[in-house]
């Protein structure tokens, strides 16, 4: 799979927070989209996944050459592009297991039997050291920042992606979790060959990971480019530099 931004123009309501920006991905690349608050990093995320509440005025988002931007949020998924959410939501009511047994099987063809599913859901949750009580809970409801944010990377884990967007995954977690989240994604990568396109503000989970692409992005826009170099100059010199 291929992922292509070109000249992408967006607007929430009257505000244009996307202002010509240009992004290409393939499956199975490691890029990291770096930047200040309010740059536009969680407005891109969403424009990809068609949130309705963002309006695509000018240029077009791409997959394997063919727009996307007027499909529903489902039917993205469905070609193989997942968003873990900045912020998750909590949703009384719709159990974990329930919730990821009914993705799984609107966005693949796995027809693995219940029992296989569940052991899957098990020794994924156990690596991510998600406590068992929370898996058969509603989903988020009542969980933690951190605990929210290993349940969005086990989400990643049984729908295998082709391309995953991750928002934040690192914020709302301690530096033992981090390195557990880090540790899944790479391991998730390695067995899928999934793209990953990581938005953070800080380096402090890339020191656990290898990504090959990195972009900065400013007002809308990504301003450089670079590679994992890149990333030790923004921690020592800041955005501004």
């Known amino acids: 799979m291929k992922l292509e931004i070109k000249n992408l123009h967006v607007f929430i309501e009257d505000k244009e927070v996307i202002k010509g920006l240009d992004l290409a991905m393939n499956e199975g690349e490691f890029h990291v989209l770096m930047g200040p608050n309010g740059s536009g990093k969680t407005s891109l995320s969403k424009a990809i996944m ?10 077009d988002i791409l997959v394997d050459g063919k727009s996307i931007k ?13 968003l873990g959410f900045q912020n998750p939501i909590e949703v009384d009511g719709l159990g974990v297991i329930n919730f990821l047994n009914t993705a799984r099987g609107a966005v693949s063809k796995d027809n693995a039997p219940f ?5 899957e859901v098990k020794s ?10 929370l898996v058969n809970r ?5 969980f ?9 990377v086990l989400q990643m884990a049984m729908l295998k992606p082709k391309i995953a ?9 301690d530096v033992d979790a981090i390195k557990l989240v880090a540790a899944k994604i790479n391991e998730i990568r390695k067995n899928t060959k999934a793209g990953i396109l990581l ?18 992005m400013h007002d809308g826009k990504i301003t450089r480019e670079g590679g994992k170099d890149l990333i030790e100059e923004i921690e020592s010199k800041g955005y501004k530099a």
Do not use: Q
């Not at 933690?144 to 969005?152: A, L, P």
């Open 50 to 59: 068609g949130h309705p509440a963002y309006l695509i005025k000018e240029g």
């Open 115 to 119: 029992k296989d599913f569940l052991n």
């Open 165 to 173: 967007i991750l928002d934040e995954p690192d914020s709302g977690l």
């Open 124 to 133: 994924n949750a156990e690596s991510l050291k998600i406590k068992e009580d």
């Open 144 to 152: 933690s920042g951190g605990e929210k944010k290993k349940v969005e």
């Open 70 to 82: 007027d499909l529903s949020t489902d039917k993205i998924a469905k070609l193989g592009l997942f």
């Open 199 to 216: 938005i953070t503000h800080y380096s402090r989970i890339l020191k656990y990971m290898e990504p090959e692409y990195v972009h900065i």
């Open 138 to 142: 509603s989903l988020n409801f009542g």
